[in-house]
């Protein structure tokens, strides 16, 4: 990093250094020659490059790259532009102080996030990711299924339900290792004359919760993430049997078969056109600069003005 510079704004990184840190994203090295015309590379350009890139790997599917490049990105920010970011706090304090607290929300976020991070380890760190997979590939799984979220069932509120011919199923769905009081609530729903059979889905089960769930009549699925080789962002959910508490419904049936058709596709929709990405970036910036000269007149004003309070009537006079 250049040292030197006076001007949080005028710090760059070489060209060549982006190369050496993105060189295990393939074919970064063109994307960085055709982006930047010059061998150092500014704040300025550096983040509108960032957001866009992030996106492009993320609409063509490149989720492993997209997660490097993400986490490379800010490594990067924090190296060589802290004083950018130095820079925007000071000015949203300026401005705040001049106009109000509620200027903050207007301070720009120059880091990215990885947009596929709904995983830690073997589990979804969120059940509501695990539910909207779920729904999502199931609701499109039979044409003669109808598959609703979060419905009230006999006494419970079910994270998936499935109705299909006489058949009825509702899903209850745990993220973490399922325990003896899920069982229970699973079972909810079958009270209330509600004809649901119940299935508890969990990322894993002690051997007194089946014998449990075996006692409730209800059938039990253990989801479990997969990950295609040389890659760290899951695929595709299975859902493997655990117990037979009961007949299967063809409906569970069904949800078997699907293992056998690469399991419950993970898709990530949050991407957006790189090309607007990068225009809402562009903005981003120009927002930063007028809110420094904003920032910067305020202060400017404040050098000219003189407030001092009389010691007699207490009255404040501008000088």
Known sequence: MNQSVLNPLEITIPKNTL?????DICDIDKVIDSTFKYTDVSFINFYPFGVSVSE????YERYNDH???VNTYNSLLIEYFQPVLDLTKEVYRIISVAEGLFTVF???DFSLYDKTDRFKDDKFTSELFLESVLFESLKFWDMDWVVK???HIGEGLADICITSDNEKIAIELKKDRAQRKDVYQTYEYTKANSGYKAVLIASDFDDSVIELADEMDINCYKYCLATPLKEEVPSAVYLDPINNAREKTNIEINLEIINECDGHPIHFNGFKDPLKAEMKAINSIKKLFS???KAADYLQKQKHERIVCCPHCNNNFRL
């Open 56 to 59: 492009i790997l993320g609409k």
């Open 19 to 23: 190369k050496q840190r993105f060189n």
């Open 67 to 69: 997660r490097i490049f």
């Open 106 to 108: 207007g301070m720009g």
């Open 149 to 151: 979220r979060q419905q």
């Open 291 to 293: 809110d420094i000269h």
